[in-house]
T-cell receptor, first 111, second 116 residues
Framework: QKEVEQNSGPLSVPEGAIASLNCTYS??????FFWYRQYSGKSPELIMF??SNGDKEDGRFTAQLNKASQYVSLLIRDSQPSDSATYLC???????????WGAGTKLIIKP | GAGVSQSPSNKVTEKGKDVELRCDPI?????LYWYRQSLGQGLEFLIY????????KSGLPSDRFSAERTGGSVSTLTIQRTQQEDSAVYLC??????????????FGEGSRLTVL
């Protein structure tokens, strides 16, 4: 079992709809959770982080964390073609500088 | 420069040759990471530098891989006697110490290595 698992996709969502990306992790000691976006041929960039159970909203993006079930999700409302990218989930123990990465989910927003 | 700079952006080499990949982090960032990203895979941690502390080399896959960071700034990742399985994108990331603790990393565009 991988430490951080994501569905590789591609996940195809019509423009204007909600895109839902999921990530599960195996280490119960994980305390911090991150979503990075990576456009094709480009470097990853941080878009959201969440530390506490529940929802965290930032514009069209909402991160959801459920530590009991060991999953974290990213919702993108009013999806735009510019949201088409690979979304990488990463987790971290607070005591450690290392991020453990999922393989990413490729998201395609269809006009 | 404004961001993390990596060179070369693309490198094609023959099996058995040595290669050097360079990373110039954001000025003032004390933390520097090297990752490897293969097609369809997550980021594989290679090595971590923090200031003048001894680097964490636990992710280096074999003794053919080594890295240095001179003067707390520029870093070079060296792969000796390259093998085809070394083909991947090598990503460098930097951050302030407190950002590495919070997980916010700033990545370069990567060096795509192809070993024939």
């Amino acid at each position: 079992q991988k430490e951080v698992e994501q569905n590789s996709g591609p996940l195809s969502v019509p423009e204007g709809a909600i895109a839902s990306l999921n990530c599960t992790y195996s280490d119960r000691g994980s305390q911090s959770f991150f979503w990075y976006r990576q456009y094709s041929g480009k470097s990853p960039e941080l878009i959201m982080f969440i530390y506490s159970n529940g929802d965290k909203e930032d514009g069209r993006f909402t991160a959801q964390l459920n530590k009991a079930s060991q999953y974290v999700s990213l919702l993108i409302r009013d999806s735009q073609p510019s949201d088409s990218a690979t979304y990488l989930c990463a987790v971290k123990r607070d005591s450690n500088y290392q991020l453990i990465w999922g393989a990413g989910t490729k998201l395609i927003i269809k006009p | 420069g404004a961001g993390v700079s990596q060179s070369p952006s693309n490198k094609v080499t023959e099996k058995g040759k040595d290669v050097e990949l360079r990373c110039d982090p954001i000025s003032g960032h004390t933390a520097l990471y090297w990752y490897r990203q293969s097609l369809g895979q997550g980021l594989e941690f290679l090595i971590y530098f923090q200031g003048n502390s001894a680097p964490d080399k636990s992710g280096l896959p074999s003794d053919r891989f080594s890295a240095e960071r001179t003067g707390g700034s520029v870093s070079t990742l060296t792969i000796q006697r390259t093998q085809q399985e070394d083909s991947a994108v090598y990503l460098c990331a930097s951050s302030h110490l407190w950002q590495s603790n919070t997980g916010e990393l700033f990545f370069g565009e990567g060096s795509r290595l192809t070993v024939l």
